[in-house]
């Protein structure tokens, strides 16, 4: 049982390994103020257990608009400089999409990530074109509202 279980993995894994394709996609999401809401969860005033979320348009490097974003973090911890946050955005694009995810460190008092500190979260999937997609995400803010984003990933090439 053991050789055949070995044998099956051995076969899947040569099998696949012309459907992997990989992926850098380079854009820059926007975020008006008026798009981000804080969420007082935890004890009151700015603490652990916060929401923070909101959505915006995605731009490639030229500025036309091929996308939007949405996201939620919640605090996780907070030091007297920052809080730590799980965050968990989705960039779409049409009918393709990719799933970021992980704990990174934000600005004190439910702030924004701090400006040109790059933060790296993991691509933990996606759909359409990026399906099974995962690899990571550099995402730095270059000013108040606006970001450069950089994503490699490896996705499958499926035909549905």
Not at 46 to 63: C, F, K, Q, T, Y
Not at 84 to 97: C, E, K, P, T, V
Not at 123 to 141: D, P, S
Request: hydrophobic share 40%; charged share 20%.
């Amino acid at each position: 049982m053991f050789v055949q279980r070995l044998l099956l993995s051995f076969i899947l894994t040569f099998s696949l390994a012309g459907f992997a394709e990989a992926v850098t996609l380079t854009f820059r999401p926007l975020q008006n103020n008026n798009e981000r809401q804080v969420i007082d969860l935890g004890a009151p005033g700015p603490s652990v257990g916060d929401s923070i979320l909101g959505h915006g348009i995605i731009n490639d490097l030229s500025g036309k608009a091929i996308g939007y974003f949405e996201f939620i973090s919640f605090v996780t911890d907070k030091t007297a400089n920052s809080d730590i946050r799980w965050l968990h955005a989705q960039y779409a694009f049409g009918n393709d999409s990719i799933l970021i995810e992980g704990a990174q460190e934000f600005m004190p008092n439910n702030g924004k990530a701090a400006l040109n500190l790059p933060s790296s979260f993991a691509v933990t999937g996606g759909t359409g074109k990026y399906t099974g997609a995962r690899g990571e995400c550099r995402v730095i803010r270059l000013t108040e509202n606006d970001f450069h984003t950089v994503c490699k990933f490896q996705s499958i090439k499926i035909k549905i």
